[in-house]
Every structure is written in structure tokens, then in C-alpha cells.
């Protein structure tokens, strides 16, 4: 079974985050792997840390929204429509504090109806859940709802 190699989708990804939102440049999300499925991120926990010296709540809510949004941008991407993606609703559940740098995981599973939707309908919501995973267990759960348009070329 053939690989795909999706290394130029993550450079693209990691400068349109850089140069267009400034905050993950300062909080030092990175990219750590794609494999068309599950995008996974991290961050050091140093620049996102809080009085207590874990992370800070907004800095794990920022890296889980962002982590989706680059989700649906990568998708979007390997369709190969060009599309507008807001965040239209998200909310998230704090497990236990971090106190090592920031790993983030989104899948993107069973969404075909909303993929349908977007190239028939020309527009979507996606339901996606990014979870910070800390000691093999999940310190917070983000649950995201993307908005996404389909621009047409």
C-alpha cells in the first residue's frame, strides 16, 4: 500500500499559520505529523504557561482550535477545493493540568456526509474533536464546529 507524502500541505500549513495568525508563532505550534487522518501538533509548554507553571487554559483552547482548523485546511487541500473555514462554535473540557510541553491530536473520521455536502451544496459543517494528550491520558477535549465554503476556483 502506496504512502502519500503530504510534507508540502504541512509547510503550507505551518506559514499560513505563522504569517497569518501571528498567536501560533508565539505559542510555537508546530506541525508534528499528518498521515491524511491525524494531524498532530505540539507546542513547548514555556511560552503558554500559566502562574501555576502548567499551561494556560486559553494557550490548550487556542493550540485545539487551531489544530482542527489546520484539520479542515489539510482536507480541503488534499480535495483540492478551495475553501473559507471558520470556527463557528467550540467549546472545551479541562481534564487535568499540563505540565509538559503541548502535544494536540485531531482525526478526521466519518464526516462523509459533510464532505458530500460541501461539493454538492458548496458548504458544510464539520464536527471535529482535538484532545491534548498528556501521560497517555487526555488533559483537555476541544470540540470544534468548522464552518466551511467551498470558493469554487
Known sequence: MATTDYSSL??????????????????????????????????????????HGTAFAGSLYAIQALTGWGMMHLQTRILAINASILIAHGDIDYAAPVKQDITAVCEFFNLEEAVQDLIEKQKARFNLTCSVITDNSRASVFNGVYAVKNLGQ
Do not use: C, H
Open 10 to 51: 504541512i509547510a503550507e500549513l505551518q506559514d499560513i499559520w505563522y504569517e497569518k495568525i501571528p498567536l501560533s508563532k508565539s505559542m510555537e505550534l508546530t506541525i508534528s505529523s499528518f498521515d491524511g487522518v491525524q494531524l498532530v501538533t505540539q507546542a513547548r509548554l514555556e511560552p503558554n504557561v500559566n502562574v
